[in-house]
């Protein structure tokens, strides 16, 4: 891991966060549902949603990368959002292209908050396992292997084993990074979007500012 690299991650964009703090101070009220003990208090966006390596990648060898996934976001998402942004709050327009960037910045953040990475480490057990076992195949059958001794093929498989397990033990590239290609964004692009202003400077958000709701099966009787 390079020196001096970023290791307070983000994980809700300070730049939206800004939309909900005081515009004299910028200063923004905290609540933690959680504490209900811990009384509310007021901090910088810069100090919150704000975590140490959370986007940490576990590399070959154990070599670490704590900046690359904070920078893609920073850079390839939350960069050409920013911009659109402010004119939805200065109640301007968007046109289409400035609809897909937003589209993506909102699908991303979906993807990205603690409920999105808790999401992910429950599937991936299964999906680790899965992983593991066309690994193993692969060392069994394909001919590149072909001349290594049983001993040689456990040990790569070993090695595999724990490679695999450090990558779902933090899900970020796996799970977190959203896909141009995900199906999702079509249909929040085909979605009639509706911005709701508040009359005055108070407003409210969360960790989890982007989510789906599933409607709850009900049972009706006679």
């Known amino acids: 891991?390079?020196?001096?690299?970023?290791?307070?991650?983000?994980?809700?964009?300070?730049?939206?966060?800004?939309?909900?703090?005081?515009?004299?101070?910028?200063?923004?009220?905290?609540?933690?549902?959680?504490?209900?003990?811990?009384?509310?208090f007021q901090t910088t966006p810069v100090n919150i949603a704000v975590e140490k390596d959370y986007y940490k990648l576990n590399l070959y060898e154990g070599d670490e990368d704590t900046s690359a996934v904070e920078q893609h976001f920073a850079n390839k998402i939350e960069g050409p959002a920013n911009a659109i942004l402010d004119k939805?709050?200065?109640?301007?327009?968007?046109?289409?292209?400035?609809?897909?960037?937003?589209?993506?910045?909102?699908?991303?953040?979906?993807?990205?908050?603690?409920?999105a990475k808790k999401r992910a480490k429950n599937i991936m057990p299964g999906i680790a396992d899965s992983v593991l076992k066309e690994f193993n195949q692969m060392i069994d059958s394909n001919t590149r292997f072909s001349h290594y001794t049983e001993e040689a093929k456990q040990s790569l498989r070993e090695y595999g084993k724990s490679f695999i397990q450090q990558q779902f033990d933090n899900p970020s590239v796996l799970y977190m990074i959203p896909s141009q290609s995900s199906g999702v964004l079509p249909v929040m692009m085909k979605m009639n979007w509706y911005f709701l202003y508040t009359s005055d400077d108070q407003f409210l958000t969360c960790d989890n500012p982007v989510f789906t709701h599933w409607a709850k099966e009900r049972t009706f009787s006679r």
């Open 1 to 40: 891991m390079k020196k001096n690299t970023p290791r307070r991650h983000h994980y809700i964009p300070q730049h939206y966060l800004k939309g909900f703090s005081s515009p004299d101070l910028e200063l923004i009220w905290v609540y933690d549902k959680r504490d209900k003990q811990k009384a509310p």
């Open 88 to 115: 939805i709050r200065m109640r301007d327009k968007i046109d289409a292209k400035e609809k897909y960037i937003m589209t993506f910045y909102l699908y991303s953040m979906f993807k990205r908050v603690p409920a």
